[in-house]
């Protein structure tokens, strides 16, 4: 894909090797999710810490941010059609909003349960009403100081604050290009100084309003809208993933040198670098199906087992160096099972995952 010259171009069509790539990118973005969240916990030795900080909190960072940007993508692919906003949100409503609600519910009782099982022998008092409404009011993420019940969806409540203002973000993009998405980093990088922040801040990444998710997502914007810039072209995946890792490793080494204030930036500026390496290691061809249409499924799915696996079966506190690794992939293996057995339904997958 070529760069566009003219503001007046609605996007750069997309070739199918492209489509391909994406499926294939998604679905190992959300594997590499699972991974982040086996350590969910904290660690029980040197080794399990040092698998996570290379695995977890290094190769598997550009996850999420990848979804941000390919979702930006794909909805500046509708640009040029009639009423694009009200028909991307009318979607999203469906296929985002809908499981959203019905995953937050199922896990605010999931984990309620489990509570209780664990802990029998304790005096459970029931709660007043302003207690319950509260919880249910955190539970569903609109308490926006805080993650959803599902702590993962707070990327989906992000996304639908970001898509619902589009209509802004265009017109500043149709106007200033790739300046929009320049001029909201120093404002990351003055945030993260004066707050002395960790990789992913909270307020910066997680919240609904993520800065960081802008980012990404204007970057998918522009790049269908007018084309990849020719520099990138000439970026490797070797040079790409060598410059990301050295740049993100940096970062973790200023948070654990007490200088925090450096690794949210490091974490920021690696990112790139780190989905362009992987984009270019991607095979364009398309991966088994039960795998690349599994991306939002188990997306929504391997929470549920990580907190079980965290509360009861295998906590990652565990001494032994293999608890990290094992329960990864138990986390994984759970989850593709699991989606592979609700999605036999149409039903269940047009209610629960979109129609995915």
Known sequence: MSPATDATVISVP??????????????????????????????????AKMMHQFFG?????????WFFFASGYFLGGHLGEPNWWSRAMSSRLRTLVLPYALWCGIF???????????????????PGLP??????FKGFGLDFSEH????????????????????VLVWALRRWK????????????YCCAVNNCHVMPWFLFYSPFSLAGWIYFSMGLLVRMYGCPKQVHRI????????????????????????????????LAGIPLLMLGTWRLMPAVPLPTWF????????????????????????????????????????IVASFALAHALRKSPAAADLLFGGR
């Open 14 to 47: 997309t070739d199918q090797s492209f489509s391909v790539k994406a499926r294939n990118m998604s679905a190992f973005a959300a594997v590499c999710v699972m991974i982040i969240h086996a350590g969910n916990g904290g660690m029980g030795s040197f080794a």
């Open 57 to 65: 909190w290094g190769v598997c960072t550009f996850a999420v941010p």
């Open 108 to 126: 605010i009782l999931f984990s309620t349960t489990l509570g209780v099982l664990a802990s029998p022998h304790d005096d459970l008092a029931l």
């Open 131 to 136: 207690a319950i409404v509260h919880a249910l």
């Open 148 to 167: 959803p019940s599902l702590v993962p969806f707070w990327y989906i409540r992000a996304l639908m604050i970001i898509v619902l203002f589009s209509p």
């Open 178 to 189: 790739w300046c929009v998405p320049a001029a909201m980093l120093p404002v990351y990088v």
């Open 236 to 267: 490797g995946a070797k040079a790409a993933w060598a410059g990301a890792l050295a740049i993100i490793f940096a970062g973790r080494f200023a948070l654990y040198s007490k200088q925090p204030e450096f690794a949210g930036v490091a974490w």
């Open 292 to 331: 690349t249409s599994s991306a939002f499924p188990v997306y929504a799915l391997h929470y549920f087992v990580a907190y079980s696996l965290e509360h009861t079966i295998l906590p990652i506190a565990h001494p032994a160096w293999w608890a990290y690794p094992l329960r990864a992939a138990m986390i």
